[in-house]
């Protein structure tokens, strides 16, 4: 039979070196891939609007009525929602707009129920 010449040392370090360099490049794409995704959360987060400090939430349907007064960063207000002033919540809550529950607008706006 005609047995392939057996390897050398040589030719082992040689197949190792190209495995290791498929690995290497392997690496330096995945820490591109992840620089250009950093680069794109980082810009995502400079992009976001401001959290508002005050929204008020609105019922359902085409210019649903206010329901409810949150401070901006509420975990419990709605999706139907839209930033307002300061003033314009104090005015809401006197309006009889109830205030939620969760964070509790009224206390920070000085507005007792």
């Known amino acids: ?6 390897l050398t040392r040589l030719d082992l370090l040689r197949f190792l070196e190209r495995v290791q ?3 290497l490049e392997r690496t330096r794409r995945w820490i591109a891939a992840e620089e ?3 680069g794109e959360r ?4 400079r992009a ?4 508002p400090d005050w929204i008020i ?3 359902i349907g085409q210019g649903g009525p206010p329901i409810e007064v949150h401070r901006g960063g509420c975990h ?3 999706k139907r929602r839209r930033p307002i002033t300061r003033d314009e919540a104090r005015q809401a809550l006197a309006d009889g707009i109830r205030a939620c529950t969760h964070c509790r607008p ?7 129920e």
Not at 1 to 6: C, R, S, V
Not at 48 to 51: A, C, G, L, T
């Open 21 to 23: 360099l498929g690995d």
């Open 106 to 112: 009224g206390t920070e706006l000085g507005v007792l």
């Open 76 to 78: 419990a207000a709605g």
């Open 36 to 38: 250009r995704r950093e």
């Open 57 to 59: 939430e609105r019922g």
């Open 42 to 45: 980082e810009q995502g987060e």
């Open 48 to 51: 976001r609007p401001p959290v």
């Open 1 to 6: 039979m005609n047995d392939p010449a057996p």
